[in-house]
């Protein structure tokens, strides 16, 4: 398998612009979360979904901040409109149960920087 | 509400030597803890996932102690190698199916 795949790698963009993330979980797996680290708050969690319904999203920052997940194969968080304290790197992960006892497989990140 | 920290923030070590990276939480009621390592621009890998009712696991050169009642965690290290040198990050589980993760530990280990 080839683990949880994110796209893209790095995007810069204006202030203002329309931000949309992608990740595809791990075939199989049944709860996917999306996470954003920075250096001053570290790792935070901002929303999961079991079996393609979103669980809590009381993490999400604020309303320019949304995600989807449209099937078991994709899901995507989308920032609109953009602003720089949005930069930080986002990671998604998935699990291959509906709780968190189990390990959790992160993605390799999206690097978002916002000018 | 629960907060975790990690001690040291950084840590240098030579080779060889073994050692004990800590990490700490406010509140007992957790489900598991979990500790990951970070490598620079890559995501997160799981190393170990301790339950609430045990009390350590082990992996290889890793151990990893849980003690709830303190609110304490710790991983110990053997036999440090370079490739060790990572981000060491603890997550701990809360009653509402949350995940809250510490700062890190950023460890390097000297040839």
């Known amino acids: 398998d080839a683990g949880v795949i994110q796209s893209p790698r790095h995007e810069v963009t204006e202030m203002g612009q329309e931000v949309t993330l992608r990740c595809k979980p791990i075939?199989?797996?049944?709860?996917l979360f999306w996470y954003r680290q920075t250096m001053m708050r570290g790792l935070e969690l901002l929303i999961y979904?079991?079996?393609?319904?979103?669980?809590?999203d009381s993490g999400m920052p604020e309303d320019r901040f949304s995600a989807k997940m449209p099937n078991a194969s994709f899901s995507t968080l989308k920032i609109q409109p953009s602003e720089p304290r949005d930069s930080a790197v986002y990671f998604c992960?998935?699990?291959?149960?509906?709780?968190?006892?189990?390990?959790?497989?992160f993605g390799p990140g999206t690097r978002l920087t916002v000018l | 509400k629960q907060e975790v920290t990690q001690i040291p923030a950084a840590l240098s070590v030579p080779e060889g030597e073994n050692l004990v990276l800590n990490c700490s939480f406010t509140?007992?009621?957790?489900?598991?803890l979990q500790w990951f390592r970070q490598d620079p621009g890559k995501g997160l890998t799981s190393l170990l996932l301790?339950?609430?009712?045990?009390r350590e696991q082990t992996s290889g050169r890793l151990n990893a102690s849980l003690d709830k009642s303190s609110g304490r965690s710790t991983l110990y290290i053997a036999a440090s190698q370079p490739g060790d040198s990572a981000t060491y990050l603890c997550?701990?589980?809360?009653?509402?199916?949350?995940?809250?993760f510490g700062p890190g530990t950023s460890l390097s280990v000297i040839p």
């Open positions: 992960a998935t699990l291959p149960g509906t709780t968190f006892t189990d390990t959790q497989y």
């Open positions: 075939s199989g797996h049944n709860s």
């Open positions: 979904f079991n079996n393609n319904v979103p669980i809590d």
């Open positions: 509140d007992s009621a957790i489900y598991n």
């Open positions: 301790i339950q609430s009712s045990q």
């Open positions: 997550a701990v589980k809360t009653s509402y199916d949350k995940v809250i």
